[in-house]
């Protein structure tokens, strides 16, 4: 089980902290994905990160403004956005595979079979 939480309503410029808690399964053995869907879009991939904590990904939108972490001990992933965007608004999903993929194919939701409820972050003036 997966459990997504620290959205919100944040002005833009302004900064969140995704938390992605994870039970039921042995963490550490887990690459975590987040995931993101835009009202009227389909939902895309925003950032990985392979169990080892020493492989990460993001979409080209958020270089350089989000970051992806791991805390092993705590079963918990992290996504520190920094500099949010009105664009960024959005249901922010968490999910979780024993697939350590490449840089091609961590945006391919099939190969997560753990997925969170999701957690709305609003960028908003």
């Known amino acids: 089980q997966l459990q997504a939480s620290g959205g919100g309503l944040v002005q833009p410029g302004g900064s969140l902290r995704l938390s992605c808690a994870a039970s039921?399964?042995?963490?550490?053995?887990?690459?975590i994905g987040w995931f993101r869907q835009a009202p009227g879009k389909e939902r895309e991939g925003v950032s990985c990160?392979?169990?080892?904590?020493?492989?990460?990904f993001y979409v080209n939108s958020v270089k350089g403004r989000f970051t992806i972490s791991r805390d092993n001990n705590k079963n918990t992933a992290y996504l520190l956005m920094n500099n949010l965007k009105p664009e960024d608004t959005a249901v922010y999903y968490c999910?979780?595979?024993?697939?350590?993929?490449?840089?091609?194919?961590?945006?391919?939701?099939?190969?997560?079979?753990?997925w969170g409820q999701g957690t709305l972050v609003t960028v908003s003036s």
């Open positions: 999910a979780a595979t024993t697939i350590s993929p490449l840089s091609s194919t961590w945006t391919r939701e099939e190969i997560y079979n753990h």
């Open positions: 990160i392979r169990y080892s904590g020493n492989s990460k």
């Open positions: 039921g399964f042995t963490f550490d053995y887990y690459t």
